[in-house]
């Protein structure tokens, strides 16, 4: 299917024009984004997504965006895409701005907001690698879903080349993190743990969701006390001693299968703590 895309109140197709070449989130990644799983043409968790959205513009400087049009926006794209979407797109940059870094004065500002709809390939397992390079858990845009996605890009490349789709990093000073697009959860001892915010992860829609279901179901899933999980963990899952899963906005919950190229076990809780997932899922979806 082709994606389908809203701006300033239509819809457009994949090889319209929309952005200046001076926008902000073009020259220098001046933006912020939210991904949504879509289901039967609802968009799912689409209020805890907004908030985020807003939590990000604000945290990078920018104004909180106009829900009523970012909710029009998604009405329009999702009942145009047809049965076949499986991810929505809501980004929001800074608008044209200068060619350097710096913003025009808030008066002169025109902030650009996009609503995309398109396919969404999910699988219900997941293959990870480890890669050298690091989240810096100290940068003035930790915890914001920014559109600066370099660093991602090329370490999803990295573990793409090495037939994985997913790179696992650490932080800065050697704490397990989070994964390009996903967070990571450690199930060892009968226990899933997920590095704390503090560790610089995003805060995941996925990941608060399975801590709150889990909670109510009395499945044993927390986050991890600062400096518990170190990047070393890795280490057990590859030896068997461990397991890993990774949560994300498009794979959901997911036991990883595959470390730096060997096969490994999925977890027993991963796998109880992915079919409670789909099953608060098929329950509400807005939570």
């Not at 293959?127 to 989240?135: A, D, E, K, L, S």
């Not at 400096?227 to 280490?235: C, K, M, Q, S, T």
């Not at 030896?239 to 076990?265: C, F, K, Q």
Request: glycine share 12%.
């Amino acid at each position: 299917m082709a994606v389908v895309i809203w701006s300033n109140g239509r819809l457009h197709g994949p090889e319209d024009l929309l952005l200046s070449g001076v926008d902000h989130g073009l020259t220098v990644g001046d933006g912020v984004f939210e991904t949504c799983a879509v289901y039967d043409g609802t968009a799912f968790a689409l209020t805890r997504h907004l908030r985020r959205l807003k939590r990000s513009a604000l945290g990078l400087g920018l104004s909180a965006p106009d829900e009523g049009a970012v909710r029009e926006g998604v009405a329009a794209v999702l009942a145009d895409a047809g049965p076949d979407v499986g991810r929505l797109r809501i980004t929001l940059t800074g608008g044209p701005g200068p060619l350097g870094s710096n913003r025009f004065a808030p008066e002169e500002q025109r902030q650009s907001i996009l609503v995309l709809a398109g396919p969404g390939a999910r699988s219900e397992v997941s293959r990870v690698i480890r890669v050298p390079w690091v989240r810096n858990e100290r940068s003035s845009v930790v915890g914001l879903k920014t559109t600066s996605y370099a660093e991602n890009v090329v370490a999803v490349s990295e573990a793409y080349r090495r037939g994985a789709d997913e790179a696992v990093l650490a932080n800065t000073v050697g704490e397990l993190c989070e994964g390009t697009a996903s967070n990571v959860f450690v199930e060892r001892d009968g226990v899933l743990v997920t590095p704390p915010l503090s560790s610089g992860c995003l805060a995941g829609i996925t990941r608060e969701l399975l801590l709150e279901w889990s909670a109510a179901a009395g499945l044993p899933v927390r986050e991890a006390a600062p400096g518990e999980l170190r990047y070393e963990v890795l280490d057990d899952v590859a030896n068997g001693s461990a397991h890993l899963m990774l949560t994300g906005s498009i794979r959901n919950v997911s036991p990883v299968v595959g470390l730096d190229g060997l096969d490994i076990d999925a977890g027993p809780l991963s796998l109880e703590a992915q079919q409670l997932f789909q099953a608060r899922l098929a329950d509400d979806l807005d939570p």
